[in-house]
């Protein structure tokens, strides 16, 4: 499994980036996708979830109506659009091949060695 994240930039309060994440090493169409961040001296926290077809999507409150993850099977290609940034979403942006436990939460199992957004002006 590799994944490789690139995108991330330095962004003023308001702006937008796009992260991608490029897959392979594994059939990228059957595993449902996701995204983590982590922020300095802070746990890693999930930001969003996208099922294999792109059919459902999760996200986590703080995002929620402002991020929007998408994928492309076809290129085996995983998307986080960020609108309206705030400097709390600074952070590092992982993305996953995950599953979702019995609980309902979204566990990441492969990890990308993550790219750094910083929200500022």
């Known amino acids: 499994v590799q994944l490789v994240e690139s995108g991330g930039d330095l962004a003023q309060p308001g702006g937008s980036l796009r992260l991608s994440c490029a897959a392979s090493?594994?059939?990228?169409?059957?595993?449902?996708m996701g995204w983590f961040r982590q922020a300095p001296g802070k746990e890693r926290e999930f930001v969003a979830a996208?099922?294999?077809?792109?059919?459902?999507?999760y996200y986590a409150d703080s995002v929620k109506g402002r991020f929007t993850i998408s994928r492309d099977n076809a290129k085996n290609t995983l998307y986080l659009q960020m609108n309206s940034l705030k400097p709390e979403d600074t952070a590092m942006y992982y993305c996953?091949?995950?599953?979702?436990?019995?609980?309902?939460?979204?566990?990441?199992?492969?990890w990308g060695q993550g790219t750094q957004v910083t929200v500022s002006s």
């Open positions: 090493g594994f059939t990228f169409s059957s595993y449902v």
């Open positions: 996953t091949k995950g599953y979702f436990s019995p609980s309902g939460s979204f566990n990441g199992a492969s």
């Open positions: 996208i099922s294999w077809s792109g059919g459902n999507t």
